[in-house]
C-alpha cells in the first residue's frame, strides 16, 4: 500500500460476551465539538452489542503513533442524542469489553467562576450529581453493590491531563467541582447562583453519569472540561446559547486534540491508582443468590461474583 492509498476501515460487530476486558488501548468519548480526533489512524469501526445495547456510535478503533485507543462520540456523530438520551452503561461496558481499562473524556461546561474564562481548560477533580431520569447503576435485578466514590476521578489520567496542560502552556485549572445537571435545557439564574454558592466551579450534563458508571466497572476515569461559556449567574452573559457553546468549543477544538496527543503519552504504562479496585468491594449480595441473567451482565463487565 503506498502512503497516498487510504487504508480501508473495516467495519465488525462484536456478538455479547465476546471481547478482551483488561489493561490495553485508551479510551476517548469526545463531546460537543470533539466528534472524532486528529491524529488517530483509524483501522476498525465496531459496534459492540452489550447487555445494555449498543453505544452512541461505532467505536474507532486504532492507533495514535504505536498506541492503541478507542475513540467514542459521546452524542453520536451529527451530535443525536441528548444528554439525559446517551446509553453511558454501553458505551462504558462496550469500551472495557475492547479492553480499555483508561478513559479520558473531553467536554464542554458553562463556567461558574469569573476565573474561570471561556476558553479555558479545567481539570475536574469533583462532581456533584443533579441528574433525575437515567439509569445510574450496572447494579440491580438481584445485584446490590455499593461502589466506594469518594474520589472520583483517577489520579493517573489527571496527571496525564494535568502534564499536557502545563507542557503545552495553556490556561488551566487544576481541580474543579463538576455540577452535573439533566438538561437538555440550561439553568435558570436562580439555579446557577445556587451552584455557585455550593462551591461548585463547572457545569455540564454528562459527566457525572459517565465517571460514576466508570468507577463502579473500574475503569480510570478522568475529564478535560473545555469551559465554553459563562453559565447564566454572569451580570454580562444572563443567556447561554448552543452558538456560543459551539463557537468556542470550535475556536478550541484543535487545542484539546493537542491535550489529548499529549496526555496520551504520559499515562503510566501500569496503573498507579485505585480505580480497579473499587469493585471488589461493592458487591454485597450473597453471590450464590444472583440470578443467572444478572450474573452474566456482570460477567460481562468481568465482574463475575466469585461464590463464597
Ligand atoms: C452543546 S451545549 C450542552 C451540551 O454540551 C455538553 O456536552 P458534553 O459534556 O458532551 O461536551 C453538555 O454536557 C451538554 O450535553
Ligand atoms: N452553561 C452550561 N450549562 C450546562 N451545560 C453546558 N455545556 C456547556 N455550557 C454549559
Given at each position: 500500500?503506498?502512503?497516498?492509498?487510504?487504508?480501508?476501515?473495516?467495519?465488525?460487530?462484536?456478538?455479547?460476551?465476546?471481547?478482551?476486558?483488561?489493561?490495553?488501548?485508551?479510551?476517548?468519548?469526545?463531546?460537543?465539538?470533539?466528534?472524532?480526533?486528529?491524529?488517530?489512524?483509524?483501522?476498525?469501526?465496531?459496534?459492540?452489542?452489550?447487555?445494555?445495547?449498543?453505544?452512541?456510535?461505532?467505536?474507532?478503533?486504532?492507533?495514535?503513533?504505536?498506541?492503541?485507543?478507542?475513540?467514542?462520540?459521546?452524542?453520536?456523530?451529527?451530535?443525536?442524542?441528548?444528554?439525559?438520551?446517551?446509553?453511558?452503561?454501553?458505551?462504558?461496558?462496550?469500551?472495557?469489553?475492547?479492553?480499555?481499562?483508561?478513559?479520558?473524556?473531553?467536554?464542554?461546561?458553562?463556567?461558574?467562576?469569573?476565573?474561570?474564562?471561556?476558553?479555558?481548560?479545567?481539570?475536574?477533580?469533583?462532581?456533584?450529581?443533579?441528574?433525575?431520569?437515567?439509569?445510574?447503576?450496572?447494579?440491580?435485578?438481584?445485584?446490590?453493590?455499593?461502589?466506594?466514590?469518594?474520589?472520583?476521578?483517577c489520579?493517573d489520567l489527571?496527571?496525564?491531563?494535568?502534564?499536557?496542560?502545563?507542557?503545552?502552556?495553556?490556561?488551566?485549572?487544576?481541580?474543579?467541582?463538576?455540577?452535573?445537571?439533566?438538561?437538555?435545557?440550561?439553568?435558570?439564574?436562580?439555579?446557577?447562583?445556587?451552584?455557585?454558592?455550593?462551591?461548585?466551579?463547572?457545569?455540564?450534563?454528562?459527566?457525572?453519569?459517565?465517571?460514576?458508571?466508570?468507577?463502579?466497572?473500574?475503569?480510570c476515569?478522568a475529564?478535560?472540561?473545555?469551559?465554553?461559556?459563562?453559565?447564566?449567574?454572569?451580570?454580562?452573559?444572563?443567556?447561554?446559547?448552543?452558538?456560543?457553546?459551539?463557537?468556542?468549543?470550535?475556536?478550541?477544538?484543535?487545542?484539546?486534540?493537542?491535550?489529548?496527543?499529549?496526555?496520551?503519552?504520559?499515562?503510566?504504562?501500569?496503573?498507579?491508582c485505585?480505580c480497579?479496585?473499587?469493585?471488589?468491594?461493592?458487591?454485597?449480595?450473597?453471590?450464590?443468590?444472583?440470578?443467572?441473567?444478572?450474573?452474566?451482565?456482570?460477567?460481562?463487565?468481568?465482574?463475575?461474583?466469585?461464590?463464597?
Amino acid at each position: 500500500m503506498n502512503g497516498k492509498e487510504k487504508r480501508p476501515v473495516q467495519k465488525s460487530r462484536t456478538k455479547r460476551g465476546e471481547g478482551n476486558p483488561g489493561s490495553g488501548p485508551v479510551g476517548i468519548i469526545g463531546g460537543s465539538g470533539l466528534y472524532q480526533m486528529e491524529g488517530l489512524t483509524i483501522e476498525e469501526e465496531r459496534v459492540v452489542e452489550t447487555p445494555w445495547g449498543v453505544s452512541s456510535d461505532p467505536y474507532l478503533i486504532g492507533k495514535v503513533g504505536t498506541l492503541p485507543v478507542v475513540f467514542l462520540s459521546r452524542h453520536g456523530k451529527g451530535h443525536r442524542y441528548l444528554p439525559s438520551e446517551i446509553n453511558y452503561r454501553a458505551n462504558l461496558a462496550g469500551l472495557k469489553s475492547l479492553g480499555v481499562s483508561r478513559v479520558l473524556s473531553v467536554s464542554a461546561v458553562g463556567s461558574l467562576k469569573e476565573e474561570i474564562a471561556p476558553g479555558d481548560m479545567v481539570l475536574v477533580d469533583d462532581f456533584i450529581d443533579l441528574t433525575r431520569q437515567r439509569p445510574m447503576s450496572f447494579y440491580g435485578n438481584g445485584a446490590v453493590g455499593h461502589t466506594p466514590y469518594g474520589r472520583p476521578v483517577c489520579s493517573d489520567l489527571f496527571e496525564a491531563f494535568s502534564g499536557a496542560c502545563e507542557h503545552l502552556g495553556l490556561p488551566t485549572h487544576r481541580g474543579g467541582t463538576y455540577i452535573c445537571m439533566e438538561g437538555p435545557a440550561f439553568s435558570t439564574r436562580a439555579e446557577s447562583r445556587l451552584y455557585r454558592q455550593w462551591g461548585a466551579d463547572v457545569i455540564g450534563m454528562t459527566n457525572g453519569t459517565e465517571a460514576r458508571l466508570a468507577r463502579e466497572i473500574g475503569l480510570c476515569y478522568a475529564t478535560l472540561a473545555l469551559a465554553t461559556d459563562y453559565d447564566c449567574w454572569h451580570p454580562d452573559h444572563d443567556m447561554v446559547t448552543v452558538a456560543d457553546v459551539i463557537r468556542i468549543m470550535n475556536q478550541n477544538v484543535r487545542r484539546a486534540n493537542t491535550i489529548l496527543l499529549d496526555a496520551l503519552e504520559r499515562i503510566p504504562s501500569v496503573r498507579k491508582c485505585h480505580c480497579a479496585d473499587a469493585p471488589k468491594s461493592a458487591l454485597i449480595t450473597d453471590p450464590a443468590r444472583i440470578p443467572q441473567k444478572t450474573r452474566e451482565k456482570l460477567s460481562f463487565l468481568g465482574l463475575e461474583p466469585n461464590p463464597s
